[in-house]
């Protein structure tokens, strides 16, 4: 029979691989929860105890926290319709006939801002969005906006670089999709009308759809692992207009010691990644 | 017809995006070659007299150079070790039948949505315990993360794209599964084998948390470094943009190696 193999070469071949990754990837989860019912603090390890749930409940009722929390989503929802528009706009701007050469060149320079080292954008935007010396305010004509230091100009900012750097991705996912749609199809449907918005509804989007909820979903994990970026470029601040949730967890677990609280805030974060992901599932996709 | 004029127009868009694109990494190299005083003049020049003192004094002086063989050899050694352990699990994957397949690939490829901040605590304890901090090898496992997922994820693929006739000719023959595995399907599954270790390379390369919290001189990372040039107060623009150089263009070569399938290697855990 195709594919029946032994128990013993199957464990073989996959054995090391889930070996490997239970050891890095769930012994230190089992850790985390052993963490977050201790009384643990860095500066007092001598003071080690346990303390049953009351690390969870100080999470939950903790304002901190589901600021936080919200902040993430709100940066979610406020980044992510501007990548899936501008990156729409982008792909079908792409996938237009013509102009080969020069929509080539489009589409290498597209990889570049989503290959980029995160912290590195972080620290281009240190230098071109400084207030005094950053090129930023020169381009807008010489203003003099305090990009780093005002909490909703540093918000606006973390937008702004999460938005350059992920469009790309966005645009090249939906590009995939258009080259999808078989080419009599559409034309055909350009000869019925000459609306590109009928075309766009009814003809292609069926075909961006999976692409559409691909991203979704991956902007979701990525914005609740946002870390290094923001890190690098306001550390959080000023306050803590910037401090999303995998951000404050680390401030709360190698700036404030707190290690048992912060692994309690870290496991209510991955449960909330968990219920997310199996919303998602749920929603889009059924038929699996 | 209004064909030319839309022309223009398209024309000008696709600049637009190539210049905003670009443009980062424009300002970044220039920043690179100005002297500190330039790099400090308000409004921020343009013309200057390029200099590589930034990339002297920050590869030979301030230890750069050995921040960034250190991110070398994290990033080297953590694809090789993702690929040994992954791809015998791929292979599996692609062509054995089994109990409970469906979920090990879950499990396998859901790893991409945890947080790396939850992983994080737990492993800087039981590193400071094991006396693991600021080892190359700390920071070579925990990188399996995401490494051996993507390896698992890309190579699956391209296994489950060869032909079964090949397998099938190779068992009559009485060659074993690791036979086949290493003589006939690796050597052509070897593209989807160099991609995946492109991503692990440049995912490993690229990390900056784990590497912020797990090391502090011997093993300290290339972006660690970057950061912390950023600490105090007087702002070395020229020095952390060559760094920010360094440690960019090689991540950059390897993403345009790999650009037709970077999308789908970042689509990891969401596509079927």
Partial sequence: ?288 | MTAPRSLWSQIVLLVVIITVCVFPFYWMVTTSLKTQIVALEAPPVWLFEPTLNNYREALFEDGVLRTLINSLVVAISTTLLALILGVPAAFALARFEFRGKKDLWFWFITNRMVSPIVLALPFFLIARNLGLLDKHITLILIYLTFNLPIVIWIVTDQFRGIPYDLDEAARLEGASQFTIMRKICLPLAMPGVAVSAIFSFIFSWNELMFGLILTRTEAKTAPAMAVSFMEGYSLPYGKIMATSTLIVIPVLIFALLASKQLVRGLTMGAVK
Avoid at chain 1, 53 to 69: I, P
Avoid at chain 1, 122 to 147: E, H, S, T
């Fill in chain 1, 1 to 288: 029979m195709r594919g029946q193999v032994s128990r013993k070469t199957i464990f073989a071949f996959v054995g090391p691989a889930v070996i490997g990754l239970a050891a890095v990837g769930i012994a230190p989860l089992i850790y985390a929860v052993w963490t977050s019912l201790h009384f643990y603090n860095l500066t007092k390890l001598k003071k080690v105890k346990f303390i049953g749930f009351e690390n969870y409940s100080t999470v939950l009722t903790d304002e901190v926290f589901w600021q936080a929390m919200g902040r993430t989503f709100f940066l979610l929802v406020t980044a992510l319709p501007l990548q899936i528009i501008l990156g729409m706009s982008i792909a079908l701007v792409l996938h237009q006939p013509g102009l080969t050469l020069i929509k080539t060149l489009c589409r290498l320079s597209l990889v570049l801002p989503m290959a980029t080292t995160y912290a590195v954008v972080g620290l281009l935007g240190q230098v071109m969005f400084n207030q005094k010396f950053g090129v930023m305010n020169q381009l807008l004509g010489g203003a003099d906006i305090n990009w780093i230091g005002d909490p909703e100009n540093a918000f606006a900012m973390i937008v702004f670089w999460d938005v350059w750097q992920w469009t790309p991705f966005v645009a090249l996912v939906l590009l995939a999709g258009l080259t999808m749609v078989p080419g009599e199809v559409e034309e055909a449907a350009r000869l019925e009308t000459k609306s590109k918005w009928t075309v766009l509804r009814y003809v292609q989007m069926p075909f961006l759809l999976p692409g559409l909820v691909a991203v979704l979903i991956l902007r979701t994990a990525d914005t609740l692992k946002l870390f290094d970026m923001v890190f690098t470029l306001t550390r959080g601040g000023p306050g803590s207009s910037t401090e999303f949730i995998s951000l404050m967890i680390q401030r709360v677990g190698f700036r404030g010691f707190d290690q048992g609280l912060a692994s309690a805030q870290a496991i209510i974060l991955l449960i909330i990644t968990i219920i997310l992901a199996q919303i998602y599932i749920r929603v889009f996709y059924k038929e699996v």
